[in-house]
């Protein structure tokens, strides 16, 4: 059976290819469906199918944050830090490690130059103190 031009424009994918194309599993696809949050039509054996213009709609309004925006700023500094000055292994460039993080190397240059400040006060500050 030939296909309608909207199907051609528009496919229609199955509850499998969807989660995929999410990066979900199929029952998060569902619950969804369920709340009303992603439009499906239903097949008449009662399964979910879904345009893919809604699943691209949909996923537009999905933001995984990146990992680097959960860590705290301090433990970003000291990461990147680390990562710039390995002794073991290669060490990164400011560009490699901005990639890592998800950020533009300028902005990458800017934390490592507040790490490093905050190193070397925290050095001073350890070498104020006098031994007993």
């Given at each position: 059976?030939?296909?309608?031009?909207?199907?051609?424009?528009?496919?229609?994918?199955?509850?499998?290819?969807?989660?995929?194309?999410?990066?979900?599993?199929?029952?998060?696809?569902?619950?969804?469906?369920?709340?009303?949050?992603?439009?499906?039509?239903?097949?008449?054996?009662?399964?979910?199918?879904?345009?893919?213009?809604?699943?691209?709609?949909?996923?537009?309004?999905?933001?995984?944050?990146?990992?680097?925006?959960?860590?705290?700023?301090?433990?970003?500094?000291?990461?990147?830090?680390?990562?710039?000055?390995?002794?073991?292994?290669?060490?990164?460039s400011v560009k490699q490690i901005a990639a890592l993080f998800g950020?533009?190397?300028?902005?990458?240059?800017?934390?490592?130059?507040?790490?490093?400040?905050?190193?070397?006060?925290?050095?001073?500050?350890?070498?104020?103190?006098?031994?007993?």
């Open positions: 059976m030939p296909k309608s031009i909207e199907d051609m424009l528009d496919p229609i994918l199955s509850l499998r290819h969807a989660s995929k194309l999410l990066g979900v599993c199929p029952t998060t696809v569902r619950r969804w469906t369920n709340k009303g949050v992603l439009p499906c039509e239903r097949t008449p054996g009662n399964q979910r199918r879904f345009r893919l213009s809604a699943v691209m709609d949909f996923m537009g309004t999905l933001r995984t944050p990146h990992p680097s925006e959960l860590m705290s700023e301090p433990l970003k500094r000291r990461v990147a830090l680390a990562l710039s000055e390995r002794r073991h292994g290669p060490k990164y950020i533009l190397p300028s902005q990458m240059q800017s934390l490592l130059y507040t790490a490093i400040r905050e190193e070397e006060r925290d050095g001073e500050e350890a070498s104020d103190v006098e031994p007993e």
